[in-house]
């Protein structure tokens, strides 16, 4: 469900015309739709309403303050894996007790720096972290709470790149070895066993990956928790898959179904994190075709995005549907036959710079607005400046008003950090 929709002729996002947005604020720019965040929000609480879970927002689908401020005061959590992801939440005026913090290589000042503010825990993923959580904590006189995250070992048939959760991957700790380390955990005075944690990957399109994992974990955390009474919360990850292609994704009450019956078995109380569901279709990226090529058989519509602006189909082979901005709505996918597949490329000195491959598309020419949609998630927050380029604006809408939550870089903060006359200094050995 969104809401970038076409009428009279023309691709609104809610009530603006978003051929007025890239008036106003230039090609490339990314645009997000606070309604569709918001309604994603609502659409996963009232799904597991039966389990009342915390939703702890996973910040690196999308860190745009604008965005995290609409999702906080939709009450959400935030799942964070950098202190830089704690500064941005934080600024959004996030409660701390409502932070989680992931990630396979935690820094000790990270560390410190969650537990002065006070987050509700870290997930933790190996021996060694434990060890150094616990010096960093009992330095600090704190206790830090933990959740073990574990690697139930699940393919969740996603794009290799983005599947987490089997052996084999740098992520959690195998599961045969996780009650082990949940009760070193236990067992140390700094430390507080708080749950268990998985994530198995991104962009899952099936509801049978989470159940067999979350049936995992919890199986773990009910062991655990007949003789360590702290433990509270089962944390199931993120990774619900969205349509980029067609409207085929499972509806969040196909996921709840097969996931609350085995939370509520346990009697703990659920985490899940979120990112790429409630973002993903809520934004998009506005370019305009720079020229039109011939290239042996093919034909080139070259755009002013570029692999820096948007990875994703560099990557990962990601599909992004992509349309002019002013005509008529799509033709439903598979539908269009009279159109010719061309190849929408970027700017970028790379082969593998680009947006869609063999894309059925209307005939556009110079100057003509096309909308790269579904790029909410791991679109802006993956952009670079390679080849010198400067990042483009986001803007946020809501009804029929706009906010430009982040500017377009300028050439001046292209060199901002570059110090080209620093003087040589002798270094002593
Ligand atoms: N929790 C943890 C521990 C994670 O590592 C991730 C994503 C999430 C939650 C959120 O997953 P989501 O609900 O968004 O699927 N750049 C890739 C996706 C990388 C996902 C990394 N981890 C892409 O563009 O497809």
């Not at 996030?94 to 000042?109: E, H, L, Q, R, Y």
């Not at 993956?382 to 906010?403: F, H, I, K, T």
């Amino acid at each position: 469900m969104d809401w970038f929709r076409h009428r009279d002729g023309q691709l609104y996002c809610e009530d603006v015309p978003l051929a007025t947005i890239a008036e106003r604020v230039g090609t490339p720019a990314y645009v997000y739709s606070a309604r569709t965040i918001e309604h994603h929000v609502e659409a996963i609480r009232e799904a597991f309403a039966a389990v009342d879970p915390l939703i702890c927002y996973a910040v690196k689908a999308n860190g745009n303050l604008g965005v995290l401020r609409v999702l906080r005061e939709a009450g959400t959590g935030f799942d964070i894996v950098s202190v830089g992801e704690m500064h941005r939440v934080l600024m959004a005026g996030a409660d701390p007790t409502k932070i989680v913090f992931s990630g396979v290589g935690k820094t000790a000042s990270e560390m410190q720096s969650a537990l002065e503010a006070g987050i509700l825990m870290f997930n933790v993923e190996s021996e060694e972290e434990v060890e150094i959580l616990a010096g960093v904590a009992a330095s600090m006189d704190r206790i830090a709470s933990v959740a073990i995250r574990v690697n139930p070992d699940v393919d969740p048939k996603t794009h290799r790149y983005i599947s987490t959760g089997q052996a084999e991957t740098k992520f959690g700790v195998d599961i045969e070895r996780g009650e082990a380390l949940a009760r070193v955990v236990a067992g140390t005075p700094s430390l507080r066993l708080v749950g268990v944690h998985c994530h198995i990957g991104s962009q899952i399109t099936s509801v049978e990956p989470f159940a067999r994992a979350v049936a995992r974990i919890a199986e773990l955390a009910t062991t655990l928790r007949q003789d360590i009474d702290t433990v509270e919360w089962l944390n199931m990850g993120g990774g619900f898959g969205i349509y980029y292609k067609d409207g085929k994704a499972p509806e969040m009450s196909a996921y709840a179904e097969a996931i609350v019956p085995l939370v509520q078995a346990t009697g703990l109380k659920l985490i899940m994190e979120p990112g790429r569901v409630i973002v993903g279709n809520a934004g998009a990226l506005l370019t305009r075709v720079l020229l039109t090529k011939q290239s042996g058989t093919r034909r080139f519509v070259v755009v002013d995005a570029g692999m820096n602006d948007v990875l994703r189909p560099s990557l990962y082979e990601g599909y992004h549907r992509i349309w002019p901005v002013l005509g008529d709505a799509p033709p439903p996918l598979g539908d269009e036959g009279g159109f010719e597949p061309c190849h929408v490329v970027g700017p970028i000195c790379e082969t593998g710079d680009f947006l869609a491959k063999d894309r059925p598309l209307p005939d556009v020419g110079r100057g003509d607005l096309m909308a790269v949609m579904s790029a909410g998630a791991y679109g802006f927050v993956m952009a670079s400046n390679y080849n010198d380029r400067c990042r483009p604006p986001e803007v946020l809408v809501r009804g029929d008003e706009m906010a430009v939550v982040r500017v377009r870089e300028t050439l001046d903060d292209l060199v901002r950090y570059d110090r080209g006359d620093a003087p040589f200094e002798q270094v002593n050995a």
